[in-house]
């Protein structure tokens, strides 16, 4: 008969590897959050659809400035929506940037059963820059990408591989999925970190037959040189470790600029460090296009 505290021991990690198998099914298959704007928060969005590169109706706003200095389209975390990027896609519209924000696959309102968490995403990304790329407002005008969490991580990604892309800025994206998954673990099983995530590894593939440690910005960053970079990380982020962005700073090429908010979180920028992020979001895609344009 197996002592209590063995028994115990098993019951425990039969519960974190149910946990582990939940959160995979959670992470490939996440809850659509709604998609709206406030009569209050007027901003002059149209309406707009395009297809990924697979095929998926993507749903998205495109929002025109006069006198645009380029383009910026903006991406969301996991599982948002676009609306998580409304204040940045505010501050660039402002600055003088036509904004495209979108939902990526099985989220919002466009397409998918399957979130790729990053994988399948590209696939967006690269429809999204097809779709910005072909509009009328975008003719001899140049194009950056912003985004933040998974968004950031697409964004170092797809700008890899398509250089069409002329300026790259992030916030907390992961360096690679493996230690997104493993700093997740560690929020939520502490002890049985290592079990839970080899749990979630181990479900998740059904979803999503990818090994996550070859999901890795960090190993593709080099390739959007001479392309400039911008990295933002709140050193109070519980969901991707700021040392993720720092592995991202080193294995960039110049130029590349990290920023550590020492007030800010995941997404969430402390309201003592918006100004300071919003007019260094706003320079560094003005100076990034415009050395674009004159190269």
């Not at 505290?5 to 959050?33: C, D, M, N, Q």
């Not at 970079?229 to 700021?242: A, E």
């Not at 991202?248 to 007030?263: E, F, G, R, T, V």
């Not at 402390?270 to 300071?276: A, G, L, S, T």
Request: aromatic letters at 8%; charged letters at 20%.
């Amino acid at each position: 008969m197996a002592k209590p505290e063995t028994l115990g021991h098993k019951i425990t990690s039969l519960g974190v590897a149910g946990a582990g198998y939940l959160f995979a099914r959670f992470a490939t298959h996440p809850p659509r959050l709604p998609v709206y704007l406030r009569t209050s928060e007027a901003f002059p969005t149209q309406e707009v659809e395009f297809p990924s590169r697979e095929g998926l109706r993507l749903s998205g706003w495109f929002v025109p400035v006069e006198e645009a200095k380029g383009g910026v389209i903006l991406c969301h975390g996991h599982p948002g929506t676009r609306m998580e990027t409304l204040d940045r896609a505010r501050w660039l519209h402002a600055a003088g940037f036509h904004i495209l924000m979108f939902d990526f696959r099985a989220l919002g309102r466009s397409e998918g059963k399957v979130s790729g968490i990053g994988s399948l995403e590209v696939q967006d990304l690269l429809g999204a820059v097809d779709y910005i790329t072909q509009r009328a407002e975008m003719t001899s005008l140049l194009l950056g990408v912003y985004g933040h969490s998974m968004g950031g991580a697409v964004a170092i990604l797809t700008a890899a591989q398509d250089p069409r892309i002329k300026a790259v800025a992030t916030h907390g994206a992961f360096a690679s999925l493996a230690s997104a998954i493993r700093q997740r673990a560690k929020l939520l099983a502490g002890g049985m970190a290592p079990l839970f995530e080899q749990s979630v590894t181990h479900y998740g593939s059904r979803w999503l037959p990818i090994d996550p440690k070859e999901l890795s910005p960090q190993a593709v960053i080099a390739q959007i040189a001479p392309r400039p970079m911008l990295i933002f990380h709140g050193t109070k982020d519980k969901i991707i470790s700021v040392a993720d962005s720092y592995a991202l700073y080193s294995a960039a090429l110049d130029p590349k600029q990290l920023h550590i908010l020492n007030h800010s979180y995941h997404i969430g920028i402390h309201k003592c460090e918006q100004e300071v992020y919003r007019q260094t979001l706003s320079e560094f895609f003005s100076a990034a296009l415009e050395q674009s344009q004159k190269a």
